[in-house]
T-cell receptor, first 114, second 113 residues
Framework: NAGVTQTPKFQVLKTGQSMTLQCAQD?????MSWYRQDPGMGLRLIHY???????DQGEVPNGYNVSRSTTEDFPLRLLSAAPSQTSVYFC?????????????FGPGTRLTVL | QQPVQSPQAVILREGEDAVINCSSS?????VHWYRQKHGEAPVFLMI?????EQKGHDKISASFNEKKQQSSLYLTASQLSYSGTYFC??????????????FGTGTRLTVIP
């Protein structure tokens, strides 16, 4: 099992450019989420999904879009990048059963917006 | 809904002990603890559930005080491998489906020889 994979690992954008951060998991987890990590701010939830076709906003959704067409994939889109979106982005997945306690994180994408 | 962690950072010598605290202004159902090494993804350590027992993992253990809405992570006889940033993640109600985890700002632990 590859677990949770993310691409790319690093990305530099100019202000106003758009891009998609890819996330995939092979554990058949219904729940997937995106976090951003900034110094001193911890991990903040951007968007999440409880299954294909179902997404919802987290704590800091502005400037980001998501979609979930399959159980495996959960891409995060930046429509018009801003310097404030410079951060490390983590995708995570977790099963929905009450005993599915562990949330698995991907390796992260380090994004710099100039 | 973000829990508060303290201290923000701590430096230990090998063999020393440390306590990391996590508190919430809202009633908690569970507290999750994760460790993140520099440049890597957070990794799950343990979960404490409301009404559950104190957990342990080698020389790392944790407690959960439901009334005070807080949890503490205890690292005893610290090793160099314990270095990293520790995060607590909280859930406010039982997991009946999709529960979002809200993470604290982290505690950076450095263990020196």
């Amino acid at each position: 099992n590859a677990g949770v994979t993310q691409t790319p690992k690093f990305q530099v954008l100019k202000t106003g450019q758009s891009m998609t951060l890819q996330c995939a998991q092979d554990m058949n987890h219904e729940y997937m989420s995106w976090y951003r990590q900034d110094p001193g701010m911890g991990l903040r939830l951007i968007h999440y999904s409880v299954g294909a076709g179902i997404t919802d906003q987290g704590e800091v959704p502005n400037g980001y879009n998501v979609s979930r067409s399959t159980t495996e994939d959960f891409p995060l889109r930046l429509l018009s990048a801003a310097p404030s979106q410079t951060s490390v982005y983590f995708c995570a997945s977790r099963g929905l059963a009450a005993t599915d306690n562990e949330q698995f994180f991907g390796p992260g994408t380090r994004l710099t917006v100039l | 809904q973000q829990p508060v962690q303290s201290p923000q950072a701590v430096i230990l010598r090998e063999g020393e002990d440390a306590v990391i605290n996590c508190s919430s202004s809202k009633a908690l159902y569970s507290v999750h603890w994760y460790r993140q090494k520099h440049g890597e993804a957070p990794v799950f350590l343990m979960i404490l559930l409301k009404g559950g027992e104190q957990k342990g993992h080698d020389k790392i253990s944790a407690s959960f005080n439901e009334k005070k809405q807080q949890s503490s992570l205890y690292l005893t006889a610290s090793q160099l491998s314990y270095s990293g940033t520790y995060f607590c993640g909280t859930e406010n109600f039982p997991k009946t489906g999709a529960n979002n985890l809200f993470f604290g700002t982290g505690t950076r632990l450095t263990v020196i020889p």
